[in-house]
């Protein structure tokens, strides 16, 4: 499949009417208006079809071609549990998180990077960086990024460690001036006490006390 290819096909599901309310949403740029669970299906079909290296070059064309569903799609194609040698991606992923312009483009590049975490946890070393940047969407991409930590049954020690690491700013992301992040960091409490009661229960407290502290 060629970038055109993708392209044209992003384009045939297009519509006018959502496209417009993501600009809307997001700003100026170039929208074309598929749905999500539509663009969720187109991936996991392209996903089939084409295998690595070339899903990787596909998705650095579409990133490339500045337009909202493509960049999008170029997260979603990254998105995979099992990838053989995924260093190279895990690096582009990285480096779209620098360039993301919106949250939504955030959270699919956090759902694809989130996996990659989850095989390597020294990856998590970018994640605590992103926590302390002075930009929203960076702070709101650490939390995507560890989700996957907070939605473990049954972590092992190395993982126990990795969301404890997270729980020391997760505190403070819960009172970040950004309502946007701090919602996300509520989000992500919720998700680590389905599983882990005790410790979500913590980060709570310590939150508490800050507050009554003030």
Known sequence: MTPQEALSA????????????????????????VAPARLEEIARTWRQDVAFPERLDLARA?????I???????AKLLTQARIKDDAEIWDQIC???????????????????GRR?????????????????ERALDR?????????????????????????????????????ADKDVARTADTWVRALGKHD???A???RRVVEMRKSDV
């Open 10 to 33: 992003l384009q045939s599901e297009g519509d006018a009417t959502r496209a417009a309310d993501l600009s809307t949403r997001f700003g100026a740029g170039d929208y074309i208006g």
């Open 62 to 66: 579409l990133w490339e071609s500045d």
């Open 68 to 74: 909202f569903d493509a960049r999008v799609m170029a």
């Open 95 to 113: 480096a779209w998180i620098a360039q993301a312009r919106n949250w939504a483009e955030i959270d699919a590049l956090g759902a694809a990077g």
């Open 117 to 133: 975490i989850i095989v390597d946890l020294s990856r998590m070393a970018m994640v605590h960086d992103l926590a302390t940047s």
């Open 140 to 176: 709101r991409a650490a939390m995507i990024l560890s989700t996957p930590l907070a939605k473990l049954a049954h972590p092992s020690k190395d993982e126990l460690n990795a969301i404890d690491d997270v729980l020391f700013w997760l505190t403070h992301a819960l009172q970040d």
């Open 197 to 199: 009661k005790k410790r």
């Open 201 to 203: 229960k913590m980060v």
